[in-house]
C-alpha cells in the first residue's frame, strides 16, 4: 500500500482547490497557511508549489509570492478558437447518432441552466455547460476528432475560472443558443448548419470575453495581458 507523502498531499490539496475554483486565477497561496491547514512544515507545500509552477497552474511574481497562473489574452484566444473548429465538426459527426434520450438529457441539463440563472453560480454554470456539450460530443464517431475536443476542454479547464463570472450576460445567451443546437439536431439540420451553429455558440463566448478585457484593460496594457477566464 502506497502511502501519501507530505508533498503529494499538499499538492493534491492546492490541485484540488484550483480545479474547483475555489482558488481563482490570482489567487495568493501564501505557503504558511496552507502548511498550518494541513498541519505540515512549510517544505512539502514549498515543494507541491514547485510541481504545480512547472505544470503552468502557478506562477511567481515579485513582490506577490506564488499565485495561480493567469492565462495570456492570445493563449485564450488560440485556444477558443480551436476548441471551436473541433468541437464544431464533432458536434456535427456525433448528431446522426445521438438518440431521443439524449437529446431528453441534453435538454434538462440546460433546462437546470436556465434555473440557475436566477441565482447565478457561475462555476455551477461552468460544470453544466460541459455536461451539456459532452452528450452532443462524447459519441462522436471519430476518435481523433474526439481526441483534440477532450484535449481543448483540458487546456480550458487549466484556466480555472468561469468567463460567465464576469460576462453574466453571456450565460443567458448561452443557454439559448444549447436550444437551437438541439433542435436543429432534432429536426435532422444538415450536418454543415449543426456545425456552425456549435461553432459561432463557441465563438460567441470568446467574443463577449475579449470585449470585456478590451473594456476593462488598464491604459498602456500590452496585448499578452493575463485573462482571468475559462470557457
Not at 510541481?51 to 509570492?65: C, D, I, P, S, Y
Not at 485564450?76 to 456535427?92: D, P
Not at 451539456?132 to 471519430?142: I, K, S
Request: glycine share 4%.
Amino acid at each position: 500500500m502506497n502511502v501519501e507523502s507530505k508533498s503529494q498531499q499538499a499538492y493534491r490539496y492546492i490541485r484540488e482547490r484550483i480545479d474547483d475554483g475555489r482558488y481563482v486565477p490570482g489567487y495568493r497561496l501564501v505557503l504558511a497557511q496552507i502548511a498550518g491547514e494541513l498541519d505540515v512544515s512549510v517544505v512539502p507545500v514549498r515543494e507541491a508549489i514547485r510541481r504545480l509552477e512547472a505544470e503552468g497552474f502557478v506562477t511567481f511574481q515579485k513582490n506577490v509570492g506564488a499565485q495561480v497562473a493567469l492565462i495570456k489574452e492570445t493563449e485564450y484566444l488560440h485556444t477558443m478558437q480551436t476548441l471551436a473548429l473541433v468541437e464544431g465538426f464533432a458536434t456535427s459527426l456525433t448528431a446522426p447518432y445521438l438518440s431521443s434520450e439524449q437529446l431528453a438529457r441534453a435538454r434538462a441539463i440546460n433546462a437546470e441552466m436556465r434555473r440557475t440563472l436566477e441565482d447565478f453560480e457561475p462555476h455551477r454554470f461552468t460544470e453544466l455547460n460541459l455536461e451539456f456539450h459532452a452528450v452532443l460530443f462524447e459519441g462522436c464517431p471519430n476518435p481523433h476528432v474526439l481526441d483534440l475536443v477532450h484535449r481543448g476542454w483540458n487546456r480550458m479547464r487549466v484556466l480555472r475560472d468561469s468567463s460567465f463570472s464576469f460576462v453574466p450576460g453571456r450565460a443567458r445567451a448561452s443557454v439559448e443558443e444549447h436550444e437551437r443546437i438541439v433542435e436543429l439536431i432534432e429536426r435532422g439540420a444538415d450536418a454543415l448548419e449543426i456545425e456552425l451553429a456549435a461553432r459561432e455558440h463557441r465563438t460567441a463566448t470568446l467574443d463577449a470575453v475579449l470585449a470585456y478585457q478590451a473594456a476593462h484593460k488598464p491604459a498602456g496594457a500590452s496585448e499578452a495581458a493575463p485573462v482571468a477566464t475559462t470557457t
